[in-house]
């Protein structure tokens, strides 16, 4: 069956401007987790959502939001774009979050100048 | 707390040689214990998995077994390729105060590896 899918894979943005990234979960996965992964912090917990629920919220300010569909299609959202928001930006899927094993897609590389 | 340990990378080593990642753990619990990998350009891969203590995971080659004693979850592998080479994560749920647990995923700094020919 088809894997985690994102898009766009690159963006490019500049500061202040806001950013949508779509991210697609395998089939039957209801729980999608985001993460954030940067050379210097490594790869950190954005949110997770289950049943289009946010179910768990990591430490990022709220300009970073998402939100999740009734298909279990998720987006995240981050507006005021900064220089430190560039990064890799990591979805995973699992069937039902918890200790279940997630999938993660291909990622959106996103670069803020 | 919560988190998990890795030895500091990079790593090189020629192909076949033997290959160990250090991972610990802290000892809050039993958490589920995993191992990722992700090559150039990629994003994450399950490589292997442990689920209580002792289990061992395996999978293309690498292995890791859980102990509870050492709170530890080593990666390793007898004789690594050069399609090896790419950036290892050792990885666990938090555990919340009562037990439970949450499900997104802690991660190590990751141990960038390179296999030379």
């Known amino acids: 069956k088809a894997g985690v899918t994102q898009t766009p894979r690159y963006l490019i943005k500049t500061r202040g401007q806001q950013v949508t990234l779509s991210c697609s979960p395998i089939?039957?996965?209801?729980?999608v987790s985001w993460y954030q992964q940067t050379p210097g912090q490594g790869l950190q917990f954005l949110f997770e959502?289950?049943?289009?629920?946010?179910?768990n919220k990591g430490n990022f300010p709220g300009r970073f939001s998402g939100r999740q569909f009734s298909n279990s299609r998720s987006e995240m959202n981050v507006s005021t774009l900064e220089l430190g928001d560039s990064a890799l930006y990591l979805c995973?899927?699992?069937?039902?979050?918890?200790?279940?094993?997630?999938?993660f897609g291909p990622g959106t590389r996103l670069t803020v100048t | 707390g919560n988190s998990v340990t890795q030895m500091e990378g990079p790593v090189t080593l020629s192909e076949e040689a033997f290959l160990t990642i250090n991972c610990t753990y802290t000892?809050?619990?039993?958490?589920?214990l995993f191992w990722y990998v992700q090559y150039p350009g990629e994003g994450l891969q399950l490589l292997l998995k442990?689920?209580?203590?002792?289990d061992k995971g395996s999978n293309k080659g690498f292995e890791a077994t859980y102990r509870k004693e050492t709170t530890s979850f080593h990666l390793e592998k007898g004789s690594v390729q050069v399609s090896d080479s790419a950036v290892y994560f050792c990885?666990?749920?938090?555990?919340?105060?009562?037990?439970?647990?949450?499900?997104?995923?802690?991660f190590g700094k990751g141990t960038k590896l390179s296999v030379k020919p």
């Open positions: 089939s039957g996965h209801r729980s």
């Open positions: 000892a809050t619990g039993y958490p589920s």
């Open positions: 442990a689920t209580k203590a002792d």
């Open positions: 959502y289950f049943s289009e629920t946010q179910r």
């Open positions: 990885a666990r749920p938090p555990l919340l105060n009562y037990g439970g647990s949450q499900g997104n995923l802690i």
């Open positions: 995973a899927s699992s069937w039902s979050g918890g200790v279940a094993e997630q999938y």
